[in-house]
C-alpha cells in the first residue's frame, strides 16, 4: 500500500497521485463509512482508482455501483476500460451490458483503441459477446 519508511523519515505521507478532493473522500470514509460528494461521475472514477490503489473494498464497491448508475452513451467506452484496469466486476459488467444494449446509438468509443494499434483486444471481444448476450436484435 504505502512505503512504511516515507512517513518515518520525512514526518510527512505523501500521495502525489491523489487530489486532495479525492484523499478527503477516502478519509471520509475510513472515519465515517459513508460516500461523500461522488455525485459527480470523474470524482468517483478518480475515488475508484484510488480505493483500488490503497485496497479499500468496500468504497471500491460502492464507486462501482454510483458509476455503474450513471453510465450513458458517452462515458460507458470509457467506464468499461477503467473497470476493466482496476478489476471492478460490477462495473465492468454493468458497461458491458449497457455497450451491448446501446450499440446502435453510442457514438464514442475511443477509449477502447490506441492510436496505430489495438490496446483493449480482450475488451472488445468481450463486448462483441456482451452484443450477443444482451444486444436489441
Request: a negative charge.
Amino acid at each position: 500500500m504505502m512505503d512504511s519508511n516515507m512517513e518515518t523519515e520525512t514526518g510527512r505521507c505523501e500521495l502525489p497521485d491523489v487530489s486532495t478532493e479525492t484523499l478527503d473522500t477516502l478519509l471520509h470514509f475510513m472515519y465515517y463509512n459513508c460516500t461523500k460528494d461522488l455525485a459527480s461521475t470523474e470524482h468517483a472514477e478518480d475515488v475508484l482508482v484510488a480505493a483500488d490503489k490503497y485496497q479499500m473494498n468496500d468504497l471500491k464497491e460502492a464507486c462501482e455501483r454510483i458509476l455503474a448508475v450513471n453510465l450513458d452513451e458517452e462515458n460507458g467506452a470509457e467506464l468499461l476500460v477503467l473497470a476493466d484496469e482496476v478489476s471492478a466486476k460490477y462495473l465492468k459488467n454493468a458497461a458491458l451490458r449497457h455497450i451491448a444494449v446501446s450499440l446502435p446509438v453510442m457514438e464514442n468509443c475511443s477509449h477502447l483503441e490506441k492510436t496505430g494499434e489495438t490496446a483493449h483486444m480482450e475488451l472488445v471481444k468481450e463486448v462483441l459477446t456482451a452484443v450477443g448476450r444482451w444486444g436489441v436484435k
